[in-house]
């Protein structure tokens, strides 16, 4: 009988598509295959040609980019000296996550099915194709195709004579054991912000604990959007960028939230463990320390204000004691609740920490080695850069609003990242923040001599005030920016800095302010309307906002 090996692999930017990656890796477990999930980029892509069975699951970001763990095996296999038999023997089955709302739909996802179709692989059924905008999301599509892929596969990997698939009510073991220390053994001294300089360039794995410099507001005090503009210190990091980057800011919990979660687990936040994978040859979380504390492992690593999904309430059922609270867990868990399941979860934007306070019995049932399989880790924010290191050395500043929104809880809701942030105040502390910076899809003409358009609404400018600061600080002039937002005295962000820059000739300066009445568009620099000026062809369009327009007035009607 062949071997039943199953290779998960999965590219995710927000952590849906290894979510769905993990759940096919239990349902293999549950049907006895050796099986393994890994990031795309984690996975050695020139053993591809020796596997047998394959799902890859992807998500599409952006204007139809593959998501960052999977950029280095998407650029191999992509290679025109692959030899176009090269995947003969594989079995491959291609998951998309997308949403429909954007132009390439599941672009990756299609686009890898018909790469590995073209290097001779064998598709067992049509690319699955979820979409976030359907009421139920991407599970109505996933759900099914899952079910026809499973007969596929048994029909090619029968289950081995005198065993059955493991029941549904069987708690599965978990990613890894958790050993406690003893309360008097040695103390790591590693963390994950310890501010020394990283031996290569910051990274991910190994980002740069860079001091928090100023963290200054920028609207009105009477404004109901708070806007920060945050510096930060790089020196000695190595870090270097250009107009369009991105920086990588890698967030915590706040201190109440660990707190709280601490006390509903009943867990003693300095206990110090490590952690064992219970299967051979597995790796162990690459961003927590061994040992670690579980005040560290909280405070830096669960992501406790995420919204859950249908696996978290899947894997607490296994551990409630409770038949109410047992029961409304499964129900959430099932294909049929996924309704209700939107309604109390993603609609109200219900966190983690909430979802754990509503069912107190199981949660105090929770086992603690199961914690990094029921809560997945904290992502990194992306900011665009808002600076230039031309006119800014050894500092990355960002212009960030900080989220909170009013949902049917009574509590407002809250961005991790942005409030974090904006506590951090260098007045009272020395603050460091994780940090890394990753190359940007936005470009600028090296040309000195071409002359540039940017249209950059509210926080959307700061790419290209990274970009005007570059320019200037080369001397460049014919620099066009376009921005717009409610009202001119309360959230026009660095207006001193444009009109200096009107005032010395650097700068031409087109604005709209919606809820200011009367003219609601003004030209700095110029007599004539924006879209007389543009139509006009006194500016080359050599550069468009990625983004969407947002802005008021005849903004639409540009001939860019």
């Known amino acids: 009988m062949a071997e039943r090996k199953l290779l998960v692999l999965f590219g995710s930017q927000t952590g849906t598509a290894q979510d769905t990656a993990e759940r096919i890796g239990r349902e293999a477990k549950r049907r006895h295959f050796q099986c393994r999930v890994e990031a795309l980029d984690s996975y050695d892509v ?61 672009f990756v996802a299609k686009k890898l099915h018909k790469r590995v179709l073209q290097l001779g692989g064998n598709p067992l059924l049509p690319v699955a194709l979820g979409d976030d905008q359907h009421d139920l999301g991407p599970d109505a599509v996933v759900d099914p195709w899952l079910l026809v892929l499973w007969d596929k596969i048994l029909a090619l990997y029968p289950l081995p004579p005198g065993l059955e698939m493991i029941s549904p009510d069987v708690r599965l073991p978990p990613k890894y054991t958790l050993h406690y220390l003893a309360e008097d053994s040695p103390h790591p001294n590693g963390g994950l912000l310890q501010p020394t300089a990283p031996r290569a360039v910051p990274s991910e794995l190994h980002p740069f604990a ?30 270097t960028f250009s107009a369009g980057d991105v920086v990588m800011i890698q967030p915590q919990n706040y201190p109440e939230d660990v707190q709280q979660f601490c006390q509903l687990l009943r867990l003693d936040p300095d206990r110090r463990f490590v952690l064992k994978p219970t299967e051979p040859n597995a790796s162990l979380p690459a961003l927590l320390p061994q040992p670690c504390t579980i005040q560290h492992l909280v405070t830096h690593y669960l992501d406790i204000s995420c919204v859950p999904r249908r696996s978290f309430f899947e894997l607490l059922s296994y551990f409630s004691t409770n038949e109410l609270e ?78 909170r929104y009013k949902t049917q809880l009574s509590k407002p809701r809250r961005g991790l990242c942005s409030t974090w ?19 940007g899809g936005m470009k600028f003409p090296a040309d000195p001599d071409t002359p540039v358009i940017m249209i950059g609404p509210g926080t959307g400018v700061a790419p290209f005030r990274a970009a005007i600061q570059e320019r200037v600080a080369q001397g460049r002039r014919g620099n066009c920016l376009f921005f717009g937002c409610r009202q001119k005295s309360k959230d026009f962000y660095c207006q001193a800095e444009w009109e200096e820059l009107v005032t010395k000739g650097f700068l031409t300066l087109f604005t709209a302010f919606s809820r200011d009445q009367e003219c609601q568009a003004d030209a700095s620099g110029g007599g004539r309307s924006p879209a007389v000026s543009v139509a006009a062809g006194r500016w080359p369009v050599t550069l468009r906002s990625r983004g969407a327009f947002n802005s008021p007035g005849t903004v639409p009607a540009l001939p860019v």
Not at 212 to 238: K, M, P, W
């Open 326 to 403: 047992r029961e409304k867990l499964q129900e959430f868990s099932s294909a049929q609740g996924q309704e209700e399941l939107y309604s109390y979860c993603n609609r109200p934007r219900r966190t983690t920490l909430e979802a754990l306070w509503d069912f107190p019995h199981t949660t105090c049932a929770i086992p603690p080695e199961y914690l990094l399989d029921l809560i997945p880790r904290i992502r990194p924010r992306a900011f665009s850069i808002a600076s230039s290191m031309l006119a800014h050395p050894d500092r990355i500043q960002i212009l960030m609003a900080v989220v």
């Open 46 to 106: 020139a053993n591809l040609i020796n596997e047998l069975l394959v799902v890859f699951v992807c998500a599409t970001t952006g204007q139809g980019d593959p998501p960052d763990n999977m950029k280095m095996f998407w650029r191999f296999l992509f290679r025109k000296n692959l030899p176009p038999g090269s995947l003969c023997q594989l079995d491959y089955a291609v998951l998309g996550l997308g949403d429909s709302s954007y132009p390439k739909f599941n």
């Open 210 to 239: 860079a001091r928090v410099v100023s963290n200054q507001r920028v609207t009105a005090e009477s404004h109901f959007q708070d806007v920060r503009l945050i510096e930060f210190d790089v020196t000695g990091s190595g870090i």
């Open 421 to 439: 942030l904006a506590s951090l105040n260098p007045e009272q502390g020395d603050f460091r923040v994780p940090l890394w910076v990753k190359k």
